[in-house]
Antibody, heavy 120, light 107 residues
């Protein structure tokens, strides 16, 4: 079955960078778009970014555009989120999720999340 | 940006009761609307895709309907395990967006 395992979260100071990873298994990774979705403590879900199956099309929420970069390595079945110029409001549980299709489609399977805390 | 507004924000329901949650979109999104269930300390789970399509393994008491700007998630005969927060999500227009969530509590 689909398995998504996020890693790379932690405590980081404002203005610094962090890279999240998501290891995928149980499906043909290179055939699906992939999302990052976050959830601030006690809050709702916020879509962050989406990457097409081949890595050529990237889409971002306005709140992270120009600061975050989504990428993937299909040879390693791994999705990444490079987070820069971090702000306290970026504190959240970050989920990796498989898309329903090759590009712009909603998430179906989700990982357990990795916690990012931005604090001085 | 398409805004999704769910109602109600909170609902306290007795077991076996029918639950209806609505999601209204600020613009037409056809059938590009999905429903998720998130139980406490768990990741979200897809319940319904493309407004009304069922998902393998999801109990048949969960159903979805609607198109355009008005969508509904129905839980027939609520069970105690259905206590959770429910979210709608649109994947038609970028940026993708989620509703604010509806928390369902069991009386």
């Amino acid at each position: 079955q689909v398995q998504l395992v996020e890693s790379g979260g932690g405590v980081v100071q404002p203005g610094r960078s962090l890279r999240l990873s998501c290891a995928a298994s149980g499906f043909t990774f290179s055939r699906y778009g992939m999302h990052w979705v976050r959830q601030a403590p006690g809050k709702g879900l916020e879509w962050v970014a989406l990457l097409s199956y081949d890595g050529n099309n990237k889409y971002y929420a306005d709140s992270v555009k120009a600061r975050f970069t989504i990428s993937r390595d299909n040879s390693k079945n791994t999705l990444y989120l490079q987070m820069g110029s971090l702000r306290t409001e970026d504190t959240a549980l970050y989920y990796c999720a498989k898309a329903l299709g090759i590009a712009v489609a909603g998430p179906d399977s989700w990982g357990q999340g990795t916690l990012v805390t931005v604090s001085s | 940006e398409i805004v999704l507004t769910q109602s109600p924000d909170f609902q306290s329901v007795t077991p076996k009761e029918k639950v209806t949650i609505t999601c209204r979109a600020s613009q037409s999104i056809g059938s590009g609307l999905h429903w998720y269930q998130q139980k406490p300390d768990q990741s979200p789970k897809l319940l319904i895709k493309y407004a009304s399509q069922s998902i393998s393994g999801v109990p048949s008491r969960f159903s979805g309907s609607g198109s355009g700007t008005h969508f509904t998630l129905t839980i027939n005969s609520l069970e105690t395990e259905d206590a959770a927060t429910y979210y709608c999500h649109q994947s038609i227009s970028l940026p993708l967006t989620f509703g604010q969530g509806t928390k369902v509590e069991i009386k």
